[in-house]
């Protein structure tokens, strides 16, 4: 498992879990950041075709905002595996934090370089999230959700600046924090 959306002001942190068949490799898999979009989307298509099992977990903003970004990550991790048709024997996270589940789990730093299920797990969540935030998009024309994903770009803190925080924005973050206070 992998999850997407931790560094982002805005929208959620999404996790995903996936189960690929041992016998059945899937070419192309990667670091979903070492991919481009387009090559992400096809092969995030591929992955739910032929895994064994896959699912995704979210954890919304006012979940980041009340538990921290990095609870709220394991959170949606729990969520992903809870929402499996299959239950893993094993779960190989990317990363050093492991969510609290009664499954044995490895943590495994870089996993998204490593291991195939990894890989597959961080399409999966990437892709995932980066459609609802170009979703976000449409209800949020201003911001520039489609093209920065709710990343800290210059253009998406000038939006912040100009139209101020949305319902979508993560207050516990610094710049979001800065300026929802200049704009009191």
Excluded: C
């Amino acid at each position: 498992m992998d999850e997407a959306g931790r560094g982002p002001l805005a929208g959620p942190v999404f996790a995903a879990a996936v189960i690929l068949p041992r016998k059945r490799s899937i070419d192309g898999l990667n670091d979903s950041k070492k991919l481009s979009e387009k090559k992400r989307n096809l092969l995030a298509d591929e992955i739910k075709r032929r895994s064994m099992a896959w699912s995704i977990g979210i954890s919304d903003v006012n979940e980041i905002d009340s538990i921290n970004i990095l609870q709220a990550s394991l959170l949606a991790m729990q969520r992903a595996i809870e929402n499996l048709d299959i239950m893993p024997q094993l779960i190989l996270v990317d990363g050093v934090h492991a969510p609290d589940i009664d499954i044995p789990t490895k943590t495994i730093i870089k996993g998204d370089q490593i291991k195939k299920s990894i890989m597959a797990a961080s399409i999966i969540a990437k892709v995932s999230r980066d459609n609802y935030m170009k979703n976000l998009d449409d209800k949020f024309p201003n911001y520039g959700f489609k093209q920065h994903k709710g990343y800290p770009t210059k253009f998406h803190l000038e939006a912040l600046k100009l139209y101020g925080i949305t319902k979508e924005h993560r207050l516990s973050f610094k710049p979001v924090s800065i300026i929802n206070e200049s704009n009191r």
